[in-house]
């Protein structure tokens, strides 16, 4: 299978022409279709699709593509744009077929999390439950009442809605206290000595 060379604009053009010439191919999974229409993108997996809107991503026409047989190749003038593209077309091949997930963790006298469906309460030293919506298109999982699992297909989408959580209780730098990533690395400071 094999489809025309494609930008953001709606008509083919031949790939980008420069001193650099750089052209990259990217091995696209077996169980990965990659469907074009003017101006966007559509990548479909076992686990779900992600549209990409080329005149939003791209709005100066400066990436071309192009689908032969098992393999998208992605041309561009500037080799940093060609690495950036083929970094973010491996991040999405992964994530419609394993998809990709962040562990946040709660640590706090009092501290915990529960959710219901799409909705998460955090008790994390407020008057109140703090309530969060999950957007649609990240799962959310709770082993214990201390740990959260998102995982989702865009994995943009699932560290924004690990950062918004963090956001609201941010790890403090002087007590052991906040939402943290599992894997991230904090720093403490020490507090007032005598």
Known sequence: MSMECITNSSKNVEFVMSKYNITRSIDIPNQVRVEQSPGLLTITGPLGYINLNLSKMDPKGQIAYKQ????????SASP???????????????????GHSVSLTLRGIGYRARVEGQNIYLKVGTSHDTLYRVPEGIRVYSPDPVTLILFGVD???VNQVGASLVHLRKP?????????KTNGIYRRKAGKRK
């Open 68 to 75: 032969e047989n098992n393999q998208l190749h992605i041309n």
């Open 80 to 98: 940093a744009l060609t690495g950036l593209w083929c970094g973010r077309f491996n991040s999405i091949f992964y994530g419609v077929t394993r």
């Open 155 to 157: 994995a943009s989408q």
């Open 172 to 180: 403090s730098a002087y007590q052991l206290k906040g939402i943290y």
